[in-house]
């Protein structure tokens, strides 16, 4: 198991607010990278790091938020189960699945929670839509969802956030071609009623590659240029 600064290649910071990009290469231990965004959330509060957007990988887990009910963990055993200080319910993270960690300064770019989710909502249904995917929010029910052929929604991105003295961490968790079974471990997201899907389940053949340059692009469209 890779710890939280193992096969990461730092991108050229943005030019707004100087912000780092990372890609991991090789699957990321959870409390590393807790311990690693943790850390960098101190940093750039005290004014010693730039902000940062890490993109990378878990191996097979569950992770419980704030509001994760016991009764929606289905499988105990399945998979490792850390709980987690950022909102939402059960979620899981394995290969296959490109997890955006953001770690923004909110004082910088406007203290206003509602509208930083809005972002990330919007930041995942703009690199879909470079898939000709068409990733949608509900009232209600957190991430982002698609509507299948045969008319049934599934979600297809989950969002959990947590903020300290107005620096973000946690982020978005897209499904580009995980093993769609290690979802049936849990409730996702405590929403028993819909399924979850995938880029690859969706018959759309991208790469990591390809998802992460859809992710940049779109990153900078939706918050470097909605910065001051």
């Not at 100087?18 to 090789?26: E, F, M, V």
């Not at 938020?65 to 998979?79: E, I």
């Not at 509507?147 to 929604?153: A, F, H, I, K, T």
């Not at 340059?213 to 918050?223: C, G, S």
Request: include cysteine; aromatic fraction near 8%.
């Amino acid at each position: 198991m890779m710890s939280a600064g193992s096969s990461a290649r730092a991108l050229s910071p943005s030019q707004a607010h100087g912000l780092q990009w990372r890609i991991s290469d090789a699957p990321v231990d959870y409390p590393g990278a807790v311990a690693e965004m943790e850390a960098r959330v101190a940093a750039i509060r005290a004014g010693t790091a730039p902000e940062l957007c890490w993109l990378l990988e878990h191996p097979a887990l569950y992770t419980a938020g704030t509001s994760a009910h016991g009764d929606d963990l289905l499988q105990p055993g399945r998979f490792p189960v850390f709980k987690t200080g950022r909102g939402g319910q059960y979620t899981y993270h394995g290969p296959g699945q490109r997890i955006g960690y953001v770690m923004l300064d909110l004082q910088c770019r406007g203290p206003d929670l509602r509208t930083y989710v809005w972002r990330l909502e919007e930041w995942v249904i703009r690199a879909l839509g470079r898939f000709n995917v068409r990733g949608e929010r509900r009232a209600g029910r957190v991430g982002i969802w698609v509507v299948r052929p045969n008319g049934r929604e599934a979600k297809i991105a989950a969002i959990g956030v947590r903020i300290r003295r107005w620096v973000t961490y946690h982020g978005v968790a897209v499904n580009l071609d995980p093993d769609l079974d290690h979802f049936a471990g849990i409730v996702p997201c405590g929403i028993k009623d819909a399924g979850v899907t995938s880029l690859l389940d969706l018959g759309v053949p991208a790469t990591m590659a390809d998802l992460d340059t859809a992710m940049i692009d779109a990153f900078e469209e939706v918050f470097e240029l909605a910065s001051p």
